[in-house]
């Protein structure tokens, strides 16, 4: 495991560097930017779940990990398409005006 490490220690480096980034510019966005932030974030996960599903179809099928890994992939990046589509929706009807009677 530690030579694994060592092999890939630039790739560890940035991914590290990847999500401190990640969660400053994210915390960081004004609330009336959720809107159309969630909107890309929904785009960014459906080619998420199309490069799982091409990881999975290209895979050995005695490779465990990678397929493993792929369905968790999609799995995952179909619950967060869809989350975010029920949150968008849930904003967005906070701007709708209510009807009078």
């Known amino acids: 495991m530690l030579d694994w490490i060592q092999n890939h220690q630039q790739i560890i480096y940035i991914v590290l560097l990847m999500v401190f980034l990640g969660i ?3 915390g960081r966005v004004p609330s009336v ?3 159309p932030l969630m909107s ?6 459906g ?8 990881v999975m179809g290209k895979a050995e099928p005695d490779n465990y990990l ?3 890994l792929g369905f968790l992939a ?4 179909a619950l967060n398409v869809a989350g ?8 967005l009807e906070m701007f709708k005006q ?4």
């Open 47 to 54: 080619v998420v779940i199309i490069g799982a599903i091409i």
């Open 74 to 77: 999609v799995i995952l990046g």
């Open 40 to 45: 890309g974030a929904n785009a960014i996960h």
């Open 24 to 26: 400053e510019v994210i």
């Open 33 to 35: 930017l959720h809107t």
């Open 66 to 68: 990678a397929l493993l």
């Open 84 to 91: 975010g589509f029920v949150v968008t929706d849930r904003m």
């Open 98 to 101: 209510k009807k009078s009677k």
